[in-house]
Each structure stands twice: as structure tokens, then as C-alpha cells.
């Protein structure tokens, strides 16, 4: 006896619907994995208060002190985390690259950096992108080694800590970087100031937390040399590095007022006056500096002759005419310091994708 049609409809797309099923079931763990990420990720994040007092280590060089009328060398110099010599590139300046191939690289930056340190004395040294433990400088202390290698009392404060950055591929992934300041004369007061943080969730996460970090040295009139370790923001939008900028300039016009003497030195991310360097490429730009703002007696010290940093949009050729050059580095001076010379070291990117600058100035008397 032939069967009777079954009602019940074939399976004709049984493996689609398995396909579909598999990608939804894909899509949900991604989203859930996502999410767990992003909760640990706030969980730990970094969040220093707007103001902290810093320690100091090492030792201030014996008999050093500073007197109204005298003089004063600082130097500034991003150190670029040893990580971004003349072979290196970066992807956030248009190039490939998220760290050296090897650590023998940053050994060899490293070294490189302790001998321009040592070979360019100065009473106070200003640096920045300073590594303490991170993926991209292979782990290495470089805040321990140059705390080791220069006399005088150090401070050290983060900038940028982030426990996981996941961008781009290869991930960044861990680091410990920071702000550093050696002086050979006794400071108090020594304190991170947190700048404003142009980011919003979820970038902030695992961005930079710009600071400053602020130490007073005492002068023989009463008042203090106020030294201000700087590393404005780079990648945000312009309202960003203008607010950290009113931010210091508000600072050190208080510290002015209060009768005592101003020297802001590091990395602005800003061209500063006199800087005339062709662009040749538009990776990346610097913001610009508005000398105006600084208020009346203010000045800036520079070396317009020597580029401060290059654009990491390829490793270094070893010439100028096919390089975006910069002038971002120098020095802030309150109407009662005066530079008695800016001096750029050219070190040919050698080490670091920035030149160091020495300045000698004097604290003008009333």
C-alpha cells in the first residue's frame, strides 16, 4: 500500500541554518568577550588623583645652590623610550612599526642615551617617554638606569600606564612610561599634576594621562626656582592641547606671582617660534605654539637652527631634505629668567626620534 504524503516539510536548509546559527553563536562570544574586556580594562585603569606628591632617590650634589643673579643649565630631551632611533618608524605617524625588532635595539638606544646624558652635563634634566616596564622597550627599567648613571635627586611620575593596550597588530599591549626629572640641587615640594584628558571612554582606557610634574628649588633670596617637566598631547584634536595648555600657563603665572622664578622645559607637540621647517608630509602635524598666550615678559628659548624631533613616517635617512623636521622641544621662561643661550644637540635621531636641548639662563635679581 503506497504511503500517505507526510505533511511535515523537508529539511532542505538544515545547513544553512547550522552556518547561521554558528556565526550568531560567534558574534555573541566576540560581544561577550568584548564587554569582559572592556570591564577589566575600566576595573584597572589608571586614574592618578589631580594632584600628587611625588618621592625623590639619588642624592643632590654637594654644595649646590642657586643664588639670584646666578645661572642654570637644563636640559630637555624625549628619550622616545629608546625605542625609536634613526631605524625606526611608527604607525601613529604614518608608518608600520609598533616597537624594534629586537630588544638589542633598545640595549643599543639605551646606551646611546646615557652617553649623550653623560657627555652633555647639566643641574637639571628634564625627560620624557621615559619607560619603566612595558612590551615596546622589551621590559627594560630605563628610569632605573639613568637614575643610576646621573647624580642628583630624582622623580619620576606616569604619564601613560595602561595594563593591556589592544592597537593596532601586534598589540602595544603593556605599558609603564612616564616623566622624569633629575636635579642636582635639593628640591621640595616635588608633585604630578594631572592635565586635562582630551579622551573619552572607551580610548581613554588605554591612552596617555598627561601630567606635569613640578619641583621647586630654593633660591637664596627666599623664593624658589619652580622647574615644570612637560609632554603635551600629540594625537588629540586642538581643543585638547589647548586646554592642557591654559592649564599651564594658569600654573606658572601663580607661581610668578607668588615672587618666584619659572622654567618650563620638554615636549610641547607645538612648533615653536622661530621653527621654519618645510612640510613635506601630512602623516602627522604639530599644533602651533601661540607665543601671545605666554602674557607680557614671557619667553620662549629655543635653538631654531637644530630640528628637535622628526616624523616617525620612516626610518631616518640621514637627511634633512627628505625628512619632516620639527621644532617642538625648548623651554618656557618667566620674566624673571633670562637665556643666556638654547643650544640644540644634534645627535642626528641617532637614538631617539628627538634631539635634546640645553639651556644656561640666569635668575634676573629685582
Not at 646615557?114 to 625627560?127: K, R, V
Amino acid at each position: 500500500m503506497a504511503k500517505a504524503p507526510s505533511d511535515k516539510p523537508k529539511k532542505r536548509f538544515r545547513p544553512l541554518r547550522i552556518v547561521v546559527k554558528t556565526i550568531c553563536g560567534l558574534v555573541v562570544l566576540v560581544v561577550v568577550a568584548v564587554g569582559l574586556f572592556l570591564g577589566w580594562a575600566t576595573a584597572v585603569e589608571y586614574a592618578p588623583r589631580s594632584v600628587e606628591h611625588l618621592s625623590v632617590t639619588g642624592e643632590a650634589v654637594a654644595g649646590a645652590q642657586l643664588a639670584a643673579g646666578g645661572t642654570v643649565e637644563v636640559l630637555t630631551w624625549n628619550i622616545g623610550y629608546a625605542g625609536l632611533g634613526a631605524e625606526q618608524d611608527f604607525f601613529m605617524d604614518g608608518g608600520t612599526m609598533v616597537q624594534p625588532e629586537s630588544q638589542a635595539d633598545v640595549e643599543r638606544y639605551m646606551a646611546g642615551i646615557l652617553a649623550t646624558l653623560e657627555a652633555n652635563p647639566a643641574q637639571i634634566y628634564l625627560l620624557q617617554e621615559v619607560d619603566t616596564d612595558s612590551k615596546r622597550s622589551f621590559g627594560l627599567n630605563e628610569q632605573e638606569q639613568i637614575a643610576e648613571a646621573i647624580t642628583g635627586l630624582t622623580a619620576f611620575a606616569y604619564n601613560f600606564k595602561s595594563a593591556y593596550t589592544p592597537y593596532p597588530w601586534p598589540p602595544i599591549g603593556k605599558v609603564n612610561s612616564g616623566i622624569m626629572t633629575i636635579s642636582s640641587f635639593a628640591v621640595s615640594q616635588p608633585q604630578r599634576i594631572a592635565l586635562p584628558v582630551p579622551f573619552k571612554w572607551p580610548v581613554k582606557l588605554f591612552n596617555l594621562k598627561r601630567c606635569l610634574l613640578v619641583e621647586r628649588i630654593p633660591v637664596d633670596d627666599g623664593g624658589y626656582l619652580v622647574v615644570i617637566n612637560v609632554h603635551l598631547e600629540a594625537y588629540s584634536d586642538p581643543e585638547g592641547r589647548a586646554a592642557q595648555m591654559k592649564q599651564l600657563v594658569e600654573l606658572a603665572h601663580q607661581e610668578y606671582e607668588d615672587g618666584n622664578y619659572v622654567i618650563i622645559g620638554g615636549d610641547f607637540n607645538q612648533t615653536l617660534p622661530g621653527f621654519d621647517f618645510p612640510t613635506i608630509s601630512t602623516n602627522w602635524e604639530p599644533g602651533v605654539f601661540d607665543a601671545e598666550a605666554l602674557g607680557e615678559g614671557w619667553t620662549v628659548a629655543d635653538d631654531p637652527n637644530v630640528p628637535t624631533s622628526r616624523l616617525n613616517d620612516k626610518p631616518y635617512s640621514g637627511s634633512w631634505d627628505d625628512t619632516q623636521l620639527l621644532g617642538i622641544d625648548g623651554f618656557i621662561l618667566s620674566p624673571n629668567v633670562e637665556a643666556i643661550y638654547t643650544r640644540g644637540i644634534d645627535q642626528e635621531f641617532a637614538y631617539s626620534d628627538h634631539n635634546p636641548v640645553i639651556l644656561k639662563a640666569r635668575l634676573l635679581k629685582d
